[in-house]
């Protein structure tokens, strides 16, 4: 698979798993190409936790609006109905249990379904932001994800970067495959047909269970 083709099949799987009427809250960097796969005949209502429910597409370029941005700061449209409002009430809708996906990037995440994706010891960071509360918050958590950095694993047996919350993950999508946390551990649900299960595994530091109605990713 081409690099450039790795973060657009990511999101087109990933918005699969959004259903209609659902509030979805995206993190920044790869969950924000999304909105760009949603199905036409699936409608969700997209929160920005600098306070935004409704939020729309990214713009056409040279069309953004500088009054427009998502929480990492990249421009976004408005959709119909949408209504904008203070970050304390975006986290009060988060932290209240009223998102019911939210998806998010990872530097590591582990079979316990543990997260680690904000900082690395010895780098200068401007903090966890709201990603603790997103995870604790949401009813379902889905890492959008590559399946490597830099050909070392991602997908751990466990952690060894600062966490971010422990076991609230669910479900993980990568170029790979489509796997889901369980009591037992990582199971394959769906695997790219440009890969081998062999493949994935060895790009994979925790064991991974096969499912065995493993299906083809689209």
Same mark, same amino acid.
């Given at each position: ?51 935004? =429910? ?12 500088? @009054? =427009?941005?998502?929480?990492? &700061? ?17 986290? &009060? ?10 998806? =998010? ?12 994706? @904000? ?17 604790? &918050? ?75 109605? =493993?299906?083809?990713?689209?």
């Amino acid at each position: 698979m081409e690099k450039s083709e790795i973060k657009p099949f990511i999101a087109r799987r990933a918005a699969k798993e959004l259903k209609d009427g659902d509030v979805v809250n995206l993190g920044i960097g790869l969950p924000t190409l999304i909105p760009n796969f949603l199905p036409a005949d699936v409608h969700v209502i997209l929160q920005s936790e600098n306070g935004m =429910l409704g939020m729309g597409p990214t713009p056409e370029e040279g069309k953004e609006d500088p @009054w =427009l941005i998502n929480a990492g &700061g990249g421009y976004i449209t408005y959709t119909p109905g949408s209504s904008t409002f203070d970050s304390a009430t975006s986290f &009060g809708i988060i932290r209240g249990g009223h998102v019911n996906v939210s998806v =998010l990037g990872a530097m590591q995440v582990d079979e316990q379904g543990d997260l680690a994706n @904000w900082m690395i010891p010895g780098k200068k960071t401007p903090g966890m932001g709201g990603a603790m509360d997103l995870l604790v &918050g949401a009813k379902k958590v889905i890492l959008a994800m590559e399946h490597t950095a830099k050909g070392n694993p991602k997908i751990l047996k466990k952690c060894t970067l600062p966490l971010t919350a422990k076991g609230q993950v669910n479900m993980i999508i990568t170029e790979m495959g489509v796997m889901e946390i369980t009591p037992k551990g990582i199971v394959l649900k769906e695997i790219n047909p440009e890969f081998t299960v062999e493949q994935v595994q060895a790009a994979t530091e925790a064991t991974l269970i096969i499912d065995p109605d =493993l299906k083809e990713m689209k």
